[in-house]
């Protein structure tokens, strides 16, 4: 009787183990930032996951440029068709810390990032939609955008290296918050 109870649970805790999806994930457009990225996706429904990414930049580059962040992002995500397939709409949450100095953007995007050095942090959230499609057994590829609202509390530096704090600011952001190409296995 033990044995047959033994095997019973076996049976019950495998079906559920399988049943489970884990994904771990790599966003290769924040790897372009030099940025090491990981993300962890759950299957939490029939046609919902939870998705979490992080990222982490610690890097100082030539001529004491740098684009020194940590970002969080977690994100609901309702799939249309189901779970890891297909569409997606989700609702994200961002937070994080960063320190650019520097920085020479592309079109003479904010240039006076290019000569100072700004310090700070944000929060916000936003939504989002995107797409996965199924590569095997244990892998996918994803495309997603979302927009959303920052809210950057920062304190801005008259050089890139030193200098004093010539003032603190708040700035509210809105536009796009996510944007990711990711590879994706599947753990479970």
């Not at 930032?33 to 930049?57: A, C, H, Q, R, W």
């Not at 779970?83 to 020479?104: E, R, T, V, Y």
């Not at 609202?149 to 003032?167: F, L, M, Q, T, V």
Request: charged content about 20%; some cysteine.
């Amino acid at each position: 009787m033990k044995k047959e109870i033994f095997i019973l649970i076996l049976l019950i805790f495998s079906a559920t183990i399988h049943a489970q999806k884990v994904a771990v994930k790599n966003n290769l457009l924040y790897d372009a930032t030099l940025t090491p990225n990981l993300g962890m996706e759950f299957d939490v429904g029939k046609k919902s996951t939870l998705d979490v990414n992080v990222g982490y930049n610690p890097f100082n580059f030539s001529n004491n440029k740098k684009f020194k962040h940590w970002l969080a992002q977690p994100e609901y995500r309702y799939w249309t068709c189901e779970s890891f397939n297909g569409m997606f709409f989700g609702l994200h949450a961002h937070g994080g810390q960063f320190n650019i100095a520097g920085l020479k953007l592309p079109f003479g995007i904010l240039p006076k990032w290019e000569n100072r050095r700004f310090e700070g942090y944000f929060y916000g959230g936003g939504v989002s939609f995107g797409y996965q499609w199924i590569l095997s057994n244990r892998w996918n590829i994803e495309a997603s955008l979302g927009v959303g609202y920052a809210r950057i509390h920062y304190d801005e530096y008259e050089c890139i290296e030193c200098g004093p704090k010539s003032g603190s600011d708040v700035y509210n952001y809105f536009g796009p918050t996510k944007l990711t190409l990711s590879f994706i296995y599947f753990i479970f």
